[in-house]
Every structure is written in C-alpha cells, then in structure tokens.
C-alpha cells in the first residue's frame, strides 16, 4: 500500500514538474528559443571581451564607443564620440578582417588606439565577437 502511495506522489510530482517546465518553455522570449547555440556562445565572447567598455546598441557610447553596426562603417566615425586622431585618422572601412585583427592585436591595426590596456584576444574568440556584432547588427 505505501509503495502504491508513494508511486502516486511521484506521478503527481512529476506531472507538476513538467507542466512547470512547459510553461517556462512557453513563455519564454521567442527570440531565446530560436537562437542557436552557436550565438550563445558568440554573446557570451562579447560580453567577456567588449562588454566592459562597449555596447552593441546603437547611441549607447560608454568608456568605447557603441559598436552597433560597425561592420560597414568607417573608423572613428561616430560623431557622439571623442575617438583617438590615430583612429579618426585611420582612412578604412571596418570590415570582418580588419575587426578581428584589431580585436586580436589593436597596434598592429591602429597605431595609438585609446585601448589600453586592453591588450587583444584570441582568433577563435575575435570571431565570435564578429559573428555576436554581425547578427546584432541585423536586430
């Protein structure tokens, strides 16, 4: 009889466990639940590595500028931002290649660039970041 008792609780258990984990599934940000994992990760080099000192919203400029749509966009261009003379300088388009060997080595791009003492980070993490600004640029 109590193992019958037992048994019972535990459906019921588990039938309000699962009901719970249905509802927190379903009213869930759409946007969560189609985003591939690949973009977690992606965010999540973002935030490790940029975050501190830069957004990826748009007239959001903090200690860097905001980095929304810079892909396409000319070096030190933003005009709500007081960007170093050797970025303003610099005369390119950011693009992927130059994003990520900035990102991975920024004196070797811009020469007197205000990141310090932000001293780069790894390939593999610099193209996450690109692929976090690519797809946030698209939002």
Avoid at 8 to 25: C, D, I, K, W
Avoid at 26 to 36: G, K, N
Avoid at 98 to 125: A, C, H, T, W
């Amino acid at each position: 009889m109590q193992s019958r008792l037992q048994s019972s609780r535990y459906q019921r258990l588990h039938g309000l466990a699962s009901a719970v984990l249905l509802t927190l599934l379903l009213s869930a940000p759409s946007s969560l639940a189609q985003q591939p994992a690949g973009d977690e990760a992606a965010q999540q080099a973002f935030n490790n590595s940029c975050r501190t000192c830069h957004s990826a919203k748009e007239g959001d400029n903090r200690l860097g500028p905001n980095l929304n749509k810079i892909l396409g966009r000319k070096a030190g261009s933003l005009p709500d931002y007081n960007y170093s003379s050797a970025m303003k300088d610099a005369g390119f388009i950011w693009d992927e290649d130059k994003l990520s060997r900035f990102m991975v080595k920024p004196d070797e791009v811009v020469s007197g660039n205000k990141m310090q003492p932000y001293g780069g980070i790894s390939p593999d993490e610099a193209a996450k970041v690109v692929a976090y600004l690519q797809a946030a640029g698209r939002r």
